[in-house]
């Protein structure tokens, strides 16, 4: 096994794949974060064509996908050939599902058997049940790669031949986290001009959250089936008279009501287009067609 990119999740994995019996090489652009790797009885080269001459599979794991290029540049530099060593690349970075495509063409074209994968949490959690790792591109070569690639732990879900899928939901998974994460920071803020601690306010956020999570499936089945109606739930000219409210109290507050304030604009525009008595999964539909 080789780990290419030693941050903090390259080296978690490559500790998993130790811990699991599997010789692993490493390598880095820095030498020194593989120290402790190397002290638990990892193999260390001195530049990337070795890491992936090293092992039939080689799992990267590094900023974006500039960086890998920059990794296959520096290794066909090394080799002074227009090709490198036959060996599956196993593609752990986070990008965009189109930027992940033309990295799986071009490994293809440099003769590597290639694999996307989204690692859905976080470094800590590597090597234990606790870990959801999501795959895209050959179902042969998953099968293939499988239980080396277990010794990371918890789940492991194939998505589909296309390698961009993967880093799709990726994308809209961490979409999901962050924005989430960012209008509960703005309900505590707003919250806490009131003198109501987060504390007080957090158990009634977390049954919001769940009553969320119980409308989701039927949210996306509605999606999918096209069925925007809102005569059964509340109209999309509803909400965008609750986000006003929303907004006005952000803003006698004095608490930035930017988060809200964009969801607004979207809402609005929905209503403009003369969506104003569909339901919200409206939106869904409304944003794809916009973009």
């Known amino acids: 096994m080789t780990v290419i990119g030693l941050g903090p999740m390259g080296r978690a994995m490559a500790a998993a794949f130790l811990a699991a019996g599997h010789p692993t090489t490493v390598w880095n652009r820095s030498a020194g974060k593989a120290g402790e790797l190397v002290a638990s009885g990892a193999a260390w080269v001195d530049g990337p064509l070795a890491a992936l001459a090293a092992s039939e599979v080689s799992v990267i794991c590094v900023i974006d996908a500039n960086a ?36 799986a063409a071009r490994a293809a074209g440099l003769g590597l058997a290639y694999l996307d994968g989204s690692i859905m949490t976080p470094a800590a959690a590597i090597g234990t049940e606790a870990t959801r790792v999501l795959y895209s591109g050959p179902a042969s070569l998953f099968e ?3 239980a080396t690639l277990s010794a990371l732990g918890g789940t492991a879900a194939h998505l589909g031949s296309d390698p961009g899928r993967a880093a799709t939901f990726d994308v809209a998974l961490i979409n999901l986290f962050w924005t989430s994460i960012a209008g509960l920071m703005h309900s505590f803020a707003l919250a806490a001009r009131q003198q109501v601690p987060a504390t007080a306010l957090a158990p009634h956020a977390q049954q919001m959250a769940q009553l969320l999570a119980d409308l989701l499936p039927g949210l996306a089945a509605d999606i ?9 739930s509340a109209s999309m000219t509803s909400i965008a008279a609750s986000l006003d409210h929303i907004v006005h109290a952000h803003e006698e507050a004095q608490v930035p009501a930017t988060v809200v304030a964009a969801v607004k604009d979207v809402v609005d525009a929905a209503v403009a287009a003369g969506h104003g008595g569909d339901a919200p999964v409206r939106l869904a539909d409304f944003l794809t067609r916009s973009g």
């Open 224 to 232: 999918d089936a096209g069925r925007f109606s809102g005569a059964s």
């Open 144 to 146: 293939r790669h499988r």
């Open 68 to 103: 890998v290029d920059a990794v296959l540049d520096r290794a066909l530099a090394e080799s002074g050939e227009g090709a490198l060593p036959a060996t599956t690349l196993v593609n752990l970075t986070s990008e965009g599902a189109g930027r992940t495509r033309e990295l």
